[in-house]
Structure formats: structure tokens, C-alpha cells
């Protein structure tokens, strides 16, 4: 796939948490955190990326980390751009052949500012033109699910910072629902809980290290308990305490609650006959929020539906966004030849 002027063109999975670059015949080949450090005073970046984390909580008071995104959607432009065009020079250190055509995917139900501003973000990083696809579409063909069939097909994209869910039927969205709860609530879930129960202040990424480590979503086969390390909120002094996988778990049962009420709303809003294909085919999940330890198991339990895992839930979306591109391509040139 080779725009006009002989430049690949690129897929961009710009998430909250992680952006993923996808190039034509070499696959993913940029996957970093969608985090910027950067001067206070001037706004000039220091570090963009995985970088950008490593100093995250360590940094002098004239440096800050920021998140450009916050909940799927640009809320700092300047340095959305100056990472994004960061990372496509990363992706394609050799643009002699012309600027390349970005398709970007973006949350459902995003406005129209919103949209200009990813659209302007792909321009500012240096593409020649670019084209927009909706989370759950690309969630839903990088999956390989027969959308364009008449049936129903039921994807759940469980991201950083929002959670899509979206019943896709002959090539568009029945019903959807796009929700502010992903892998960030569950982080300040843990936060909160460690703050509360032990009066321990947890930072970003030890809370997602315990989330990994100890999250999950129902009762596991075998519970263990870990020492978590913070700062205790009362004396100041470095402290550590014993949790366990239990405790977690009711740290975690807002956010996840909020998951599972999102697609319960979306099967709600779908037409009967598309709902019994759903139960039929079962729940394709993908996006990081997936992989907390028995999310599965708990979405069955709730739903009585079969649950379908993917091999690559981090990257089936931006996978999806390719071929989303191949063959809008080959609707337009189809197009073209009828007109």
C-alpha cells in the first residue's frame, strides 16, 4: 500500500495511554507511551515517549509529564503534536519519497472539534492527507470479524483511557457506547484504595505495576499477597505494607463495574435479531484492559455469553486501521469508476 507519490502509507493507534505505529509490509513498528516531558516555563519537550515515563514522579519542579490525551481525545494540542510528529520520524527515519497518509483511529462519538484536531495533529506531524476510522471498526477488522455480513458482531476495546463497545452490522455501527473507564481509572482505583486503607501514596507507575501484578476481575484459583512500597501520607516517611490479590480485586470493582455496565447499556440498545447473533458469536475483547487477570471469566459470568481473546489485544487496533485503509481505497476507486 503506497500512496501517489510512492511513500507507505501509516496506521496511528493514538491511545491515552500508548500510541502504536503501524507500517505497510513491516508491521508494527513503534509502540511507546503517549506521554511528553517538557519544560514548564517554555513548553519545549524534553522527552517524548517511553522516555517521558522513565521520569515520571522524578523530575525537578521546572519539568512536567504530561498526558497530551485524557480520555481518548486531545486535551494538550501543542504537545499532542510534537509527539506525534516524534514518533512518525521514529517510525520512518527515511521520508525522501514525500510526506505519507495517516490513518488515524479515534474514540466513537467524539465531536467534530475533536475530529479536526486529530486531523491537524496528522497534518502538524507531516502527513500528506489522512483519514479517520472509529475505534470499534478497527477493533472489529484487525479482530477479523465479518462485519460487512448481515449479522451481529459485538467488540469491546477495553483502552487507557475509555472503553468502546460497539455492535457492528453490514459495514456500520447498530449500537455503541463509549465510556471514560479503562487501564487510568483502575490505576487511581488502587491509589485511592491505598490511600483509604493504609494512608499509603501510591505514584502512577507503582499502581500499574500492582495492577499487573495483582489486579483482577474475580476470584483467581490461586490467591497470593506482595509488599507494595509508598510514602506514608502521615509521617512523609517511605513505607511498606502487605496486600493481597483480594484487596485489589475491591480496589478494582468500581472501575470494572463501570466496564461491564457499558456493555450491558450497548446490548441493551441492540435490535433483538443482532443480539442473538451476538450471543451466538460471543464478545470479541481487545485493548489492554482485557488482560487484567480474569476479566473474561467475570463478562461471561454477567452475561451468560462466550468471551473471544485475541492474540494481540494491544494491537489489533492499529493492525485494524490498516486494512480499514485498504479498503476505503478500494471503495473510492470504486467509486470513481461508477461515476
Given at each position: 500500500?503506497?500512496?501517489?507519490?510512492?511513500?507507505?502509507?501509516?496506521?496511528?493507534?493514538?491511545?491515552?495511554?500508548?500510541?502504536l505505529?503501524?507500517?505497510?509490509?513491516?508491521?508494527?513498528?513503534?509502540?511507546?507511551?503517549?506521554?511528553?516531558?517538557?519544560?514548564?516555563?517554555?513548553?519545549?519537550?524534553?522527552?517524548?515517549g517511553?522516555e517521558?515515563?522513565?521520569?515520571?514522579?522524578r523530575?525537578?519542579?521546572?519539568i512536567?509529564?504530561?498526558?497530551?490525551?485524557?480520555?481518548?481525545v486531545?486535551?494538550?494540542?501543542?504537545?499532542?503534536?510534537?509527539m506525534?510528529?516524534y514518533?512518525?520520524?521514529?517510525?520512518?527515519?527515511?521520508?525522501?519519497?514525500?510526506?505519507?497518509?495517516?490513518?488515524?483511529?479515534?474514540p466513537?462519538?467524539?465531536?467534530?472539534?475533536?475530529?479536526r484536531?486529530?486531523?491537524?495533529?496528522?497534518?502538524?506531524?507531516?502527513?500528506r492527507?489522512s483519514?479517520?476510522?472509529?475505534?470499534?471498526?478497527?477493533?472489529?477488522i484487525?479482530?477479523?470479524?465479518p462485519?460487512?455480513?448481515?449479522?451481529?458482531?459485538?467488540?469491546?476495546?477495553?483502552?487507557?483511557?475509555t472503553?468502546?463497545?460497539?455492535?457492528?452490522?453490514?459495514?456500520?455501527?447498530?449500537?455503541?457506547?463509549s465510556?471514560?473507564?479503562?487501564g487510568?481509572?483502575?490505576?487511581?482505583?488502587?491509589?485511592?484504595?491505598a490511600?483509604?486503607?493504609?494512608?499509603?501514596a501510591?505514584?502512577?507507575?507503582t499502581a500499574?505495576?500492582?495492577?499487573?501484578?495483582?489486579?483482577?476481575?474475580?476470584?483467581m484459583?490461586?490467591?497470593f499477597?506482595?509488599?507494595?512500597?509508598?510514602?506514608?501520607?502521615?509521617t512523609?516517611?517511605p513505607?511498606?505494607?502487605?496486600?493481597?490479590t483480594a484487596?485489589?480485586?475491591?480496589?478494582?470493582?468500581?472501575p470494572?463495574?463501570?466496564?461491564?455496565?457499558?456493555?450491558?447499556?450497548?446490548?441493551?440498545?441492540?435490535?433483538?435479531?443482532?443480539?442473538?447473533?451476538?450471543?451466538?458469536?460471543?464478545?470479541?475483547?481487545?485493548g489492554?484492559g482485557?488482560?487484567?487477570?480474569?476479566?473474561?471469566r467475570?463478562?461471561?459470568?454477567?452475561t451468560?455469553?462466550?468471551?473471544?481473546?485475541?492474540?494481540?489485544?494491544?494491537?489489533?487496533?492499529?493492525?485494524?486501521?490498516?486494512?480499514?485503509?485498504?479498503?476505503?481505497?478500494?471503495l473510492?476507486?470504486?467509486?470513481?469508476?461508477?461515476?
Amino acid at each position: 500500500m503506497f500512496n501517489a507519490v510512492g511513500q507507505r502509507d501509516v496506521a496511528i493507534d493514538l491511545g491515552t495511554t500508548n500510541t502504536l505505529i503501524y507500517v505497510e509490509g513491516q508491521g508494527v513498528i513503534l509502540s511507546e507511551p503517549s506521554m511528553v516531558a517538557r519544560d514548564k516555563a517554555t513548553k519545549e519537550p524534553i522527552a517524548v515517549g517511553t522516555e517521558a515515563k522513565f521520569m515520571m514522579g522524578r523530575t525537578p519542579a521546572n519539568i512536567e509529564v504530561i498526558r497530551p490525551l485524557s480520555d481518548g481525545v486531545i486535551t494538550e494540542f501543542e504537545a499532542c503534536e510534537q509527539m506525534l510528529r516524534y514518533f512518525v520520524a521514529k517510525a520512518l527515519p527515511n521520508r525522501r519519497m514525500g510526506k505519507p497518509r495517516m490513518v488515524i483511529c479515534v474514540p466513537s462519538g467524539i465531536t467534530a472539534v475533536e475530529h479536526r484536531s486529530v486531523r491537524d495533529a496528522a497534518e502538524f506531524a507531516g502527513a500528506r492527507d489522512s483519514v479517520i476510522v472509529e475505534e470499534p471498526v478497527a477493533a472489529a477488522i484487525g479482530a477479523g470479524l465479518p462485519i460487512h455480513h448481515a449479522a451481529g458482531n459485538l467488540v469491546m476495546d477495553i483502552g487507557g483511557g475509555t472503553t468502546e463497545v460497539a455492535v457492528l452490522s453490514l459495514g456500520g455501527v447498530v449500537s455503541s457506547r463509549s465510556d471514560k473507564v479503562g487501564g487510568l481509572a483502575m490505576d487511581k482505583a488502587i491509589i485511592d484504595y491505598a490511600a483509604k486503607e493504609y494512608n499509603l501514596a501510591l505514584g502512577e507507575r507503582t499502581a500499574e505495576e500492582i495492577k499487573i501484578k495483582l489486579g483482577s476481575a474475580c476470584p483467581m484459583p490461586t490467591e497470593f499477597e506482595a509488599e507494595i512500597r509508598g510514602r506514608d501520607l502521615v509521617t512523609g516517611l517511605p513505607k511498606t505494607v502487605v496486600t493481597t490479590t483480594a484487596e485489589i480485586r475491591e480496589a478494582l470493582s468500581e472501575p470494572v463495574a463501570a466496564i461491564l455496565d457499558a456493555l450491558k447499556f450497548t446490548l441493551d440498545a441492540t435490535p433483538p435479531e443482532l443480539a442473538a447473533d451476538c450471543m451466538d458469536r460471543g464478545i470479541t475483547v481487545v485493548g489492554g484492559g482485557s488482560l487484567l487477570a480474569g476479566m473474561d471469566r467475570r463478562m461471561n459470568i454477567e452475561t451468560g455469553m462466550p468471551i473471544r481473546k485475541v492474540a494481540d489485544p494491544l494491537e489489533v487496533v492499529v493492525v485494524g486501521s490498516a486494512k480499514f485503509l485498504a479498503s476505503y481505497d478500494s471503495l473510492q476507486a470504486l467509486a470513481a469508476a461508477k461515476s
